[in-house]
């Protein structure tokens, strides 16, 4: 065989494998709409009813009746073959735009609550959206934290502690001061102090940081529980009595229809959480702050040839993502109007740390995958309460499932600062 013609040979075979997690999922999807929802879902001759209007809006949205079967049908054929067609990229080797998960994903979902609300009540489209939002916020502020700390080259395994010391900390220092805004600035404090510890470990004594951060969150498992069991459970009216943060809604934009109830009639926990992704995403990548600590989390060695202080910086920088991540904790208690309760961030830290990894280490990318996590969280509630086929267990399981596939590399290739893990230097 002559070089030119082994040339194309070679070329061919160091080409990537084709990648079928994708077009395999969609295709499942795709089946499972056509025939599930629509031919055989048992939805002919009934109708779904989306309602979007509230009491207080500028204007009324008219509620949007569709026919369940034909709507189930119609969608399940466009998404079999928006699959054949990623099926087809995926043989060419070549990827869809990020459009294309999206608009798949609201067709699915679209034709799922169609089938799923077909004759048993109105779909309440602003109060599903203004919950998903309210169950993301200890999610988006966890994975705020876990994102500032593996950006330093710090693997934060303890989020789940920061939160839950958080909501306790809130809890305990707003009903003794009878001020729910005593306990929002208490939460970060709480947050900040297992921070010490995991630094204390991971930097000064190079303690693998995913032991230490799965022992901190015993340790405040523990803790708490302990205090809980003794001192608030034997005063609750002092130590652990309900505070909850006032809704401020911003004048005229809390009246637009949909999003106005949905993002601007929040507690200002909300309007923290707004303004601490904004900041976090400026300023790591368009700040001297941001781009030393992406050099201390990519190449540490090289950092600290040009001046960085590498250990004094990741130390600082997971102090502020342990305040972050406690003030997402707040939301469990002051946040919700709720006294504290045993282990009550019931594993949220684990699904913050999944939607960062979903999010590509990226701030946007962490905010949508954490709402994308509420609003499965939110969907199981509503849908629960509304007596639809779906079995109550596999909603109550929905967060989880989507934070498996996450993580199983369905989200395609990610790749995690390569000093995340690895500690640096003598002390």
């Known amino acids: 065989m002559t070089t030119a013609a082994a040339t ?14 994708l077009p395999v999922v969609y295709a499942v999807l795709g089946v499972l709409t056509l025939f599930g929802f629509g031919l055989f879902g048992g939805a002919a001759g009934r109708h779904t009813v989306f309602s979007f209007s509230t009491g207080r809006d500028f204007f009324s949205v008219p509620d949007l009746t569709v026919s369940s079967w034909p709507t ?3 969608a399940g054929i466009v998404l079999v073959m928006m699959a054949a067609a990623a ?7 070549e990827k869809p735009g990020v459009w294309f998960p999206v608009v798949y994903g609201l ?3 679209f034709a799922f609550l169609t089938w799923a609300g077909a004759d048993t009540g109105r779909i309440p489209v602003t109060p599903l959206l203004a919950g998903a939002l309210a169950l993301s916020v200890p999610l988006i502020f966890g994975a705020m934290c876990g994102l500032v700390g593996e950006r330093s080259g710090i693997i934060n395994i303890a989020i789940e502690g ?8 809130a809890a305990v220092v707003a ?43 015993v340790l405040v ?7 809980f069991s003794t001192v608030l459970t034997a005063n609750p009216e002092t130590w652990n009595a309900r505070q909850s943060l006032p809704t401020v809604p911003i004048p005229l934009l809390a009246d637009i229809p949909v999003i106005g109830p949905v993002f601007f009639n929040q507690t200002i926990l909300v ?6 992704v904004a900041v976090i995403h400026v300023l790591l990548f368009h700040s001297r702050w941001g781009l030393r600590t992406r050099a201390i989390g990519e190449h540490p060695k090289a950092a600290d040839t040009v001046g960085i202080r590498v250990n004094r910086s990741r130390v600082v920088n997971t102090l502020i993502a342990g305040g972050i991540a406690g003030l997402g904790g707040a939301f469990f208690t002051i946040g919700s109007g709720l006294a504290f309760g045993k282990e009550m961030s019931a594993g949220q830290g684990y699904i913050a740390l999944a939607a960062m990894i979903l999010g590509k280490w990226s701030p946007m990318g962490a905010v949508a995958a954490a709402l994308l996590f509420g609003f499965a969280r939110n969907l199981g509630n509503t849908l629960s309460t509304m007596g639809t086929p779906v079995p109550s267990d596999l909603l109550l399981m929905l967060p989880y499932i989507v934070t498996i596939f996450a993580v199983a590399g369905f989200v395609g290739r990610v790749r995690p600062p390569a000093a995340a893990g690895k500690p640096y230097g003598a002390q």
């Open 271 to 276: 309007y923290l959480m707004y303004a601490a």
């Open 175 to 217: 009903s003794a001061l009878r001020n729910p805004y005593a306990g929002l600035v208490a939460a970060p404090i709480a947050g900040a102090l297992v921070a010490v510890l995991l630094t204390f470990f991971a930097i000064r004594y190079w303690v693998d940081q995913i032991i230490i951060g799965v022992v901190l969150n």
């Open 72 to 74: 189930a049908v119609g």
């Open 162 to 169: 920061q939160l839950l010391a958080g909501a306790f900390l």
């Open 8 to 21: 194309p040979q070679l070329t061919a075979d160091l080409r990537a494998p084709i990648d079928w997690k």
């Open 221 to 227: 498992v523990g803790l708490t529980n302990f205090l």
């Open 87 to 93: 099926a087809w990229l995926a043989t060419r080797r």
């Open 107 to 109: 067709l699915f979902l």
